[in-house]
């Protein structure tokens, strides 16, 4: 056998299946009117379902610093005109209705503190609340049916028991010797002043359908929640806080006294598994005006404080339960059926809940600290209740709600597991400085409207025939009728109908006897009897007639009695079918519905998925357009470069052939030149060796014409092809020394960079650039004017000589509007002295002083050497010989 697990409680019976039908919960709102005028407000009615929500001035709700307006809807939404009247009629009415019918409701104010809440629910003097309309509609309806006091009784466990009406006599005999307390009266001269014309009589309200075969008696208690703890507020001991010490001999210590705080009850389940407080004071009532003066002792006990926000701001949640018992007639419809099981009790729960409040904002200190925070913990819960039970209701998921974790859920989960109706009403303020908590009950008010509550069944039918009470009470009226019609009016005792009864015979004659002789007395007496026995006899023949007609009318009765019932007993037959039918169509219905929920759930995760699929589709598109884009501008981007660079080919292919068709022709020039140069030294040689083998002859002049043609020289013997150009003219004239340009030197505008660190190395041959812009640093406004750069670098040779270098490149214009610089070529300048001979060339002795026999002899005029780069050539530095004569000092 296997035992249960050690610390776990045992499986508690299945509970009666509630009804697949569910109302959602009815919230509906009501707007408190502003205290002052000139107060700012954040609260607009829309309609009669709707409101909006503005933040006021100097508080941003949005991050981008904007003014967020909020819409919420409610079943109803109340206005500051609407009076508690009209309110009672769409809350309250209903759920009273429910009550005299059988059926259990839950009504209570939520709101932040200071927001009309307790006179939503109490109301004033000529402005009844919530809670007097309902006694007063209650008592309105079941006024004539009511049972006298003790025949419904309570018992410790949260039932009803019945009592016959002999034991219900010696109960209200016994309580009236045991507690001689003050009967309440019910005039309204007497009543409280606080409490006094709660309710004008024009606005008395009375519901219809009341079932009149059966009797009803109110039981009211009304309890407290302070700081997680239940406090009957009914409870007369509350009243003795003080009471003496007891030292060990037993007398008292008169000195020393000490507080009783009250007692607090306890949460308990029934064996319906229905929530109740244990011990709580249940109080009979009769009346309206009684319940609302127990109802206003009660108050005087709750607790309330002084705020900075309220001045009578409730500490505790307040509950007044009015607990409704009905019993059906007997079959006669004159007394009560004495039958526990019979016995139906529904109860109304109304319940002001207290104020959400931040400590902040009201100034508590101590004691209202920890209130407050128990009054916030305790809204939190049933806050946290509320959403996980919409959580279960619409993904279909089992999560357990917290009811046990504070006594207002705890006390009322039956309500929320489908044991009656449930109604709230948001009490709210408009004005500025609640807009944060009037956000928060807004939302919780929202989110409260889509929790649905299982509708409660209704009351079955125990198949009385109905009417039964209003036939008793037609039967006794025709039965006096007929008495008084045979001798006046009959009574319900029995004594009284025998004096009734005499009284209508013949009056007996005198009866004395004076006379032994008399003949006259007797004899009349006699006659006077047998007229009394005649009378009688005649009456008691009436009677015998009428009770067999009375006989044979019940048995007709009777008869028709049995034929219905058995005509009832088939109707039930077919009506257990049918309910059988309508069960079984329940659960499919429900089975169906979960299922709907379900498909619905996955419904929603498939359409917030393909919300999300559709968002990554429409970012991928516009990313693969923007990439395409990007591509399509590289690809024009491309093709215009492969323009510019194909133009810059071109370009290049043409400098360069200009370039090599000028270098030929150069060097052509060049090879000329040195070969006009040998020829001039052959010739000045050949003189000089002709004048030495004639001396005395006088200096032949200088030959300025060409050689004879009958000996050419070995140079002109060469191709005519060397030769592009026309042969210079042989001078002896000195050619004055210029500066040598550089080759790269063009059309374009040139940026002409030289750092302030070069060094001036003063030689002769020097780059010049025509059409320049000479800067030590570039600069964007320097760049944005040329076409073309040059920076002149210095750095040191392998020789120990200085090498000048002049980087060269393009002035490119940048996509951001910039300047940027593309280097083409490399040209190297060297500064270089050419190596002179051991001796100068003696010259001969017979020469003139002009000094034409030594021009070609001295080693500075032969050694007028340049140096250059040719423009754009990749080669190292050629030597160009300018054949420059140094023009010597007079």
């Not at 959602?24 to 709707?50: A, F, H, K, N, Q």
């Not at 929640?225 to 806080?241: K, R």
């Not at 229905?274 to 109802?295: D, I, L, R």
């Not at 190596?835 to 080693?859: H, I, L, N």
Request: glycine fraction near 6%; include cysteine; charged fraction near 30%.
């Amino acid at each position: 056998m296997n035992r249960q697990a050690k610390g776990r409680t045992p499986r508690r019976p299945p509970r009666n299946p509630p009804s697949s039908q569910k109302d959602p919960v009815g919230v509906y709102c009501r707007v408190r009117p502003l205290g002052v005028e000139d107060e700012e407000c954040c609260i607009d009615v829309i309609s009669s379902t709707t409101i909006q929500l503005h933040a006021p001035e100097g508080f941003k709700t949005n991050r981008n610093g904007e003014y967020k307006e909020t819409q919420y809807s409610f079943k109803k939404v109340f206005g500051i005109s609407i009076s508690q009247i009209e309110l009672f009629e769409h809350v309250a009415k209903p759920l009273v209705e429910d009550l005299i019918h059988g059926k259990n409701g839950l009504l209570f104010t939520y709101g932040v503190t200071g927001s009309g809440k307790t006179f939503t629910m109490t109301g004033s003097p000529g402005q009844g609340g919530l809670l007097p309309r309902s006694l007063d509609m209650i008592f309105n309806s079941i006024g004539p049916y009511q049972t006298k006091r003790y025949v419904f009784k309570t018992d410790d466990k949260n039932g009803m028991e019945i009592q016959n009406e002999v034991d219900a006599l010696l109960e209200r005999q016994r309580r009236e010797n045991n507690l001689p307390a003050p009967k309440t009266t019910s005039s309204r001269q007497k009543l409280d002043p606080e409490i006094a014309d709660m309710i004008q009589p024009e606005e008395a309200y009375k519901t219809d359908g009341v079932d009149e075969d059966s009797s009803y008696s109110v039981f009211v208690s009304y309890v407290e929640i302070y700081n997680n703890y239940i406090y009957d507020l009914l409870e007369e001991t509350q009243e003795d806080v003080i009471k003496p010490k007891w030292n060990g001999g037993g007398t008292p210590v008169r000195q020393n006294t000490e507080f009783i705080p009250p007692q607090s009850k306890i949460l308990r389940e029934d064996q319906n598994h229905n929530m109740y407080v244990a011990g709580c004071m249940e109080v009979e009532v009769k009346s309206a005006e009684e319940t609302f003066q127990v109802f206003w002792r009660g108050q005087k006990k709750r607790k309330v404080a002084n705020t900075r926000l309220n001045r009578e701001s409730s500490r505790s949640h307040s509950v007044f339960i009015i607990k409704l018992a009905q019993a059906p007639l007997d079959a006669d419809g004159d007394n009560i059926l004495q039958d526990k099981n019979q016995v139906t009790v529904s109860q109304l729960c109304l319940v002001d809940l207290a104020g959400s409040e931040r400590t902040g904002r009201t100034g508590a200190e101590g004691t209202r600290i920890r209130e407050a925070g128990n009054i916030n913990q305790s809204l939190l819960n049933l806050r946290t209740c509320m959403e996980v039970l919409r959580e279960n209701q619409m993904c279909g998921t089992n999560r357990m709600v917290p009811y046990r974790d504070s006594k207002v859920t705890h006390l009322f989960k039956n309500y929320f597991d489908g044991e009656g109706k449930v109604r709230m009403v948001v009490n709210v303020n408009p004005k500025a400085d609640d807009y944060e908590e009037t956000l928060l009950v807004m939302r919780f008010a929202e989110m409260t409207q889509e929790v649905e509550v299982a509708r409660p069944a209704d009351k079955p039918i125990w198949g009385f025939t109905p009417g039964r009470r209003n036939r008793n009470q037609a039967f006794k009226d025709e039965l006096s009728r007929k008495l008084e019609e045979r001798g006046g009016p009959i009574e319900r005792d029995l004594s009284s109908a025998l004096n009734h009864l005499v009284s209508s015979l013949p009056p007996l004659p005198s009866s004395e006897v004076t006379d032994p002789h008399d003949e006259i007395t007797l004899p009349r007496l006699i006659e006077a009897l047998q007229n009394r026995h005649r009378i009688r006899q005649m009456m008691i023949e009436e009677y015998n007639k009428a009770a067999i007609m009375m006989k044979s009318t019940l048995q007709n009765m009777d008869s028709n009695l049995i034929s219905k019932d058995t005509f009832i007993h088939e109707l039930n037959g077919k009506l257990m079918e049918k309910d059988k039918v309508v069960q079984s169509n329940k659960a499919e219905i429900e089975r169906l519905e979960k299922k709907n929920k379900l498909l619905e759930h996955k419904f929603d995760i498939l359409q917030k998925t393909t919300k999300t699929y559709e968002v990554d589709k429409r970012s991928l598109q516009q990313e693969l357009e923007t990439r395409e884009q990007r591509l399509q501008r590289e690809l024009n981007e491309k093709r215009r470069m492969e323009q510019r660079l194909h133009g810059v080919v071109s370009d290049t292919q043409h400098k360069w052939e200009k370039e090599c068709e000028r270098r030929v022709n150069a060097k052509q020039m060049e090879m000329q030149n040195k070969l006009w140069v040998k020829d001039e030294k052959l010739k000045q040689l050949k003189a000089i060796v002709t004048e030495g083998k004639t001396p005395g002859r006088p200096d032949p002049p200088p030959r300025q014409t060409q050689p004879p043609p009958q000996r050419p020289s070995r140079d002109e013997r060469l191709p005519a092809k060397r030769s592009a150009s026309p042969s210079p003219i042989p001078t002896t004239t000195p050619v004055r020394p210029m500066h040598r340009r550089s080759h790269s030197a063009g059309g374009e505008k040139w940026v002409d960079h030289k750092p302030a660190s070069s060094l001036d190395l003063g030689t002769v041959m020097q780059p010049v650039i025509p059409n320049a812009i000479q800067v030590s640093t570039p600069s964007e406004k320097a760049l944005s004017k040329c076409d073309r750069y040059v920076l002149t670098h210095q750095e040191i040779a392998s020789d120990g000589e200085i090498r000048t270098k002049l980087i060269k490149g393009d002035v490119l214009k940048t996509r951001g509007g910039g300047q940027s610089v593309q280097f083409t070529d490399i040209e190297t300048l060297k500064q270089q002295l050419a190596a002179a001979p051991g001796r100068k060339r003696k010259s001969s002795e017979g020469t003139s002083g002009d000094g034409s026999d030594g021009v070609w002899t001295d080693v500075e005029t032969r050694c007028a050497v340049g140096m250059g780069m040719r423009a754009g050539s990749n080669m190292g530095p050629g030597l160009e010989h300018q054949g420059i004569t140094k023009r010597r000092k007079p």
